[in-house]
């Protein structure tokens, strides 16, 4: 699996959207770029993941690059309840080996 | 999505003794299963790699005789934590690799099971 660079944490005010930026240099052609949170004292939860297009359902919005070296993930009106550690992980579809998780991004989401 | 159920969520246990976790695919049937260790304020760590009707393939540094996986059915892997010491207190948590279906190869995880050993 590709390595990721995630900032460590992130701020955004209740209400605006909160957007994570993922670097994935190293990414192959075969490769997804999934996205995952955590909330505390939970396991990960699955949020979204695309290959190359720009992917969209009901918890968020994943936009990447066009070299797909990068993505960001949208929460587009966060609240409380998305304070959360968020993962991205880049790895083949359909055939999910064992997923790396990297230090991801703590995002606060502040009234 | 599809949904993992780990059993128990919470359990603090006495030092020497053992501990079973359970993880439970609840709607789809799961041939691999993954079993990860959280310390606080750290990420995930991939102990082992949970195999129906096979040996459990473990990480480098994880003991086997320490953390016995069994996974028995399609539906159910077990991590057992023998003879537990205060060390071993952590947040364990389990993913169900999907085997048909529309999320077919995807990963899910459970709630996680946060052991204290005292």
């Known amino acids: 699996d590709a390595k990721t660079t995630q900032p460590p944490s992130m701020d955004c005010a209740e209400g605006r959207a909160a957007n994570l930026p993922c670097n994935h240099s190293?990414?192959?052609?075969?490769?997804?770029v999934y996205w995952y949170r955590q909330i505390h004292s939970q396991g990960p939860q699955y949020i979204i993941h695309?290959?190359?297009n720009n992917e969209t359902n009901e918890m968020a919005s994943l936009i990447i690059t066009e070299d797909r070296k990068s993505s960001t993930l949208i929460l587009p009106h966060a609240t409380l309840r998305d304070t959360a550690v968020y993962y991205c992980?880049?790895?083949?579809?359909?055939?999910?080996?064992?997923?790396?998780f990297g230090d991801g991004t703590t995002l606060t989401v502040k009234p | 999505g599809a949904v993992v159920s780990q059993h128990p969520s919470w359990v603090i246990c006495k030092s020497g003794t053992s501990v079973k976790i359970e993880c439970r695919s609840l709607?789809?049937?799961?041939?691999?299963m993954f079993w990860y260790r959280q310390f606080p304020k750290q990420s995930l760590m991939l102990m082992a790699t949970?195999?129906?009707?096979?040996?459990?393939?473990?990480e480098q540094g994880v003991e086997k005789d320490k953390f016995l996986i069994n996974h028995a059915s399609l539906t159910l892997s077990t991590l057992t934590v023998t003879s537990a010491h205060p060390e071993d207190s952590s947040f364990y948590i389990c993913?169900?690799?999907?085997?048909?279906?529309?999320?077919?190869?995807?990963?899910?995880f459970g709630e996680g099971s946060r052991l204290t050993v005292l």
């Open positions: 993913s169900a690799r999907v085997d048909r279906g529309p999320w077919s190869g995807e990963l899910f």
């Open positions: 190293t990414i192959s052609g075969n490769e997804y």
């Open positions: 695309g290959l190359k």
């Open positions: 992980i880049v790895r083949v579809a359909g055939n999910a080996g064992k997923s790396t």
């Open positions: 709607d789809f049937q799961a041939t691999t």
């Open positions: 949970s195999n129906e009707g096979s040996k459990a393939t473990y």
